[in-house]
Nanobody
Framework: QVQLVESGGGLVQAGGSLRLSCAAS????????MGWFRQAPGKEREFVAV????????NYADSVKGRFTISRDNAKNTMYLQMNSLKPEDTAVYYC???????????????WGQGTQVAVSS
């Protein structure tokens, strides 16, 4: 089973930016869909973004469209989430995951990282 390690979280002021990274223990070329989820305190884990292996098929949650960008560097076995114009409501633990062929539900994704905390102050 692939191991995933997230990094890049931290504390930032509203309007600021962060870039999260997700390093995989195996070639990401072999991982069709990889995605980002987040979970705020007291809330369920929710979908943020997903990309297929080439980046030719990408989907975002409506709440992050136009502000977040998902990308993959398969040569480095790493996936990224560039987050701009951050808002306090983006505060959450962010997780990367490997998905199946379809779907954006939590249950559609298998291997998960341990998460990285993002906190946005107002």
């Amino acid at each position: 089973q692939v191991q995933l390690v997230e990094s890049g979280g931290g504390l930032v002021q509203a309007g600021g930016s962060l870039r999260l990274s997700c390093a995989a223990s195996q070639r990401t070329l072999s991982l069709n869909r990889m995605g980002w989820f987040r979970q705020a305190p007291g809330k369920e884990r929710e979908f943020v973004a997903v990309s297929n292996w080439s980046g030719s098929s990408i989907n975002y949650a409506d709440s992050v469209k136009g502000r977040f960008t998902i990308s993959r560097d398969n040569a480095k076995n790493t996936m990224y989430l560039q987050m701009n114009s951050l808002k306090p409501e983006d505060t959450a633990v962010y997780y990367c995951a490997v998905g199946g062929r379809f779907g954006i539900r939590v249950s559609d994704f298998g291997s998960w990282g341990q998460g990285t905390q993002v906190a946005v102050s107002s």
